[in-house]
């Protein structure tokens, strides 16, 4: 077989998948293993999304609402955006597939930073645009930089804020100086997975951006049902725009791209506040217990704007991870994000919490780290 690749596409390193839960209990000889590694909700989805859900199932053989017009009204009330503001998509991350498509050709800039999320590039790359990478400074987006590299090929910024993996927030000042600095031509894109566990007060102001838009360049912001919802498993994303945005979005989307217990599940996850505020309370009080507890074993803790944060474990975090893999205890190394010693971990839930800190310290003792 002769393939003719085209370079851009050949070159594409695949996004890395972890090992599902029960392989790695496998190979590494434990059961009843939890999982803080990769930023999920720890309570679980709503119970009203799952009631909901089951009560659809037998209309799986009809297509979905290939508007989504239900759950695009709920989710413009809930940001108190117009429907015609909002695009949906299989995970916020189709969204930002339909923001390249739309506005990159071949040769086209995209800035984005790093560490961040690394499909960002990876759309660039198979647009044949060219991915300007701007490296954090002390793990926070360094806007100067990015202003400097900001050329008249940029198309799109890529900022994820809360940024992840470090967890780190632009300040609202920062942000609107940011703008005024930067060309009309360019469309800034906030990527907000986990702006619902930011202080309300710190958050950026990003609808009041995308109104009033005159003399700045356009505003997008991405949300996700993964994180606070509790709805990874269905993919369900939206990003809020300016109409004439989502109107080119919207003639790059796939038809029915939202299937049918997603717009279901995520319609009753938005009208379940009691489930959404346990998710909050049970994230902040769990941050500053093991705030406390891994800075009392010697580690270094970071802050955190979300729900997940970066802990320096003064040793080999791979090391590290795989010792806390034979006490069932899944968490994530950050050597590949450039943090050789660091680890990130997901808030737990108490009983979640209270295991890893008794495995974290078993671990660091045996590995001779502190």
Not at 160 to 168: E, F, L, V
Not at 314 to 333: F, N, P, Q, W
Request: charged share 20%; hydrophobic share 40%.
């Amino acid at each position: 077989m002769k393939l003719n690749t085209p370079r851009n596409i050949a070159e594409i390193i695949p996004y890395p998948p972890g090992k599902p839960q029960d392989e790695l209990e496998r190979e590494y000889g434990i059961s009843e293993s939890i999982k803080l590694a990769s930023n999920e909700n720890s309570w679980g989805p709503s119970p009203r999304a799952v009631e909901a859900i089951t009560d659809m199932l037998t209309g799986l053989h009809r297509y979905p609402d290939g508007s989504s017009y239900y759950l695009t009204q709920a989710i413009a009330d809930w940001v108190e955006a117009e429907p015609e503001q909002i695009v949906l998509g299989n995970g916020s991350n189709e969204v930002i597939e339909f923001l390249v498509k739309a506005f990159v050709l071949a040769g086209d800039e995209v800035i984005t930073s790093h560490p961040s999320f690394l499909m960002y590039q990876k759309f660039v790359q198979v647009r044949g645009g060219k991915n300007t990478v701007i490296e954090l400074n002390q793990l926070e987006h360094d806007l100067e930089a990015i202003i400097q590299a900001t050329t008249e090929k940029t198309r799109l910024i890529f900022l994820d804020n809360p940024n992840n993996p470090c967890a780190t927030l632009i300040s609202k000042k920062h942000f609107q100086d940011f703008l005024l600095q930067l060309p009309e031509t360019v469309i800034v894109v906030l990527d907000e997975a986990y702006i619902d566990f930011v202080n309300p007060e710190q958050r950026i102001d990003t609808l009041d951006l995308i109104n009033n838009n005159s003399g700045i360049p356009a505003v997008v912001a991405l949300r996700t049902f993964s994180k606070a919802f509790g709805l990874a498993g269905l993919r369900i994303g939206f990003g809020i725009m300016h109409a004439d945005i989502a109107s080119l979005l919207h003639r790059v989307r796939q038809p029915f791209n939202i299937n049918l217990p997603a717009q279901i599940g995520a319609l009753a996850a938005l009208r379940d506040k009691t489930h959404y505020d346990l998710t909050m309370q049970g994230t902040k009080d769990g941050l500053a217990w093991l705030t406390e507890r891994v800075r009392a074993l010697g580690c270094t803790p970071y802050p955190s704007h979300t729900n997940f944060f970066l802990i320096d474990v003064c040793g080999d975090a791979t090391k590290l991870y795989e010792a806390m893999l034979y006490k069932g205890v899944i968490v994530r190394s950050m050597q590949a994000y450039g943090f050789p010693n660091f680890i990130r971990i997901t808030i737990g839930t108490e009983q979640e919490n209270t295991r890893f800190i008794a495995a974290l310290q078993e671990c660091l003792a045996d590995l001779g780290y502190v």
